[in-house]
């Protein structure tokens, strides 16, 4: 990734967008990156793949019905031998 100031990036900003085209570019402040500027389509393949990522829900927001049925569920046969591993 490309890192550059942002002072750089002001006074040539049009040159680093056509650069983001290729690879990133990490605006910089203080030498740390702070932003990144990323083509469109890369961006793009980043929401693509931040829908498919899994979410953490607390048992506050399940609803009864997905309650009841995580109560109810059964783990595969297949993997009974992964309970010695809680008997530790």
Known sequence: ML???STEIAKRFSQYRQAAQREPVGVTHYSRVTE?????????????????ATRA??????SNEAIAALEN?????RHAHLDALMDD
């Open 3 to 5: 890192e550059v100031p």
């Open 36 to 52: 990144v500027l990323i083509s469109k389509h890369d961006y793009d393949e980043y929401v693509r793949l931040k829908s498919l």
């Open 57 to 62: 829900l607390r048992v506050e927001d399940l």
């Open 73 to 77: 569920a059964e783990m595969d046969p």
